[in-house]
């Protein structure tokens, strides 16, 4: 029982991983055969951890015929991003009350920035998802923190999407936020919500997006 549940958890967590960075894209059709080789695992704890993922909503299965991966919907999509400028707007405007804040964070996102131009793949979507991060902890409400960061994997997700959609998309992201650096250290949060509001829009290619 403990081998069984152990290997499900790795199963889980491998497949999810292939989900996040878009290893596994929306919309494709996996078999639990074919996890089971890859994970070099029986087709039980693959069966399991698939239950689990359907649970979350990151795949539907079919019986016989095996698990869709569950695309990134438009709308989901949307809501994602409209909360993203909610909350991120909200932190800065507490920010830029507050130079020493102010301060603190801008170092933050320098030092973030520097990591971005030192990685690529999946490794530059999580740094990308931290970046966002730091601006909401900086806000200091840690209810909207824990809400943001519950975000985290869908945020991800996304940007790996990008990412996968056009490769170029990296480089915008590393100018957009040496922007969005820059309005909060010149406590502009005006600017800042335009900034956010653009770079969303523009990574993403979400129609409706931040409207």
């Not at 131009?117 to 209810?143: C, P, Y």
């Not at 824990?146 to 100018?175: K, N």
Request: net charge negative; hydrophobic share 40%; charged share 30%.
């Amino acid at each position: 029982m403990s081998k069984t549940y152990s290997a499900a958890e790795r199963v889980y967590d491998e497949v999810k991983e292939l989900i996040l960075t878009s290893e596994l894209p929306g919309g494709e059709l996996i078999s639990e055969g074919e996890i089971a080789d890859r994970c070099r695992v029986s087709r039980t704890p693959v069966r399991e951890a698939f239950l689990r993922l359907s649970a979350e909503g990151w795949m539907r299965l079919y019986p016989k015929r095996g698990a869709l991966i569950v695309p990134i919907g438009d709308r989901e999509s949307r809501e994602v991003l409209d909360a993203r400028l909610l909350v991120e707007g909200h932190a800065v405007r507490g920010i830029v009350e507050r130079p020493e804040a102010i301060a603190e964070l801008v170092r933050a996102l320098r030092a973030n920035l520097d990591e971005h131009r030192e990685a690529s793949g999946d490794r530059f979507a999580v740094i990308d998802t931290r970046f966002h991060q730091l601006i909401v902890e900086a806000g200091g409400n840690s209810l909207l923190t824990g809400f943001y960061t519950s975000l985290g994997e869908r945020r991800r997700r996304m940007t790996s999407a990008s990412m996968h959609r056009d490769p170029a998309v990296v480089g915008r992201i590393h100018d957009d936020h040496s922007a969005l650096a820059d309005a909060i250290e010149a406590a502009d949060a005006d600017r800042f919500d335009a900034l956010l509001r653009a770079h969303l829009a523009g990574v993403h290619e979400i129609p409706g997006a931040g409207r």
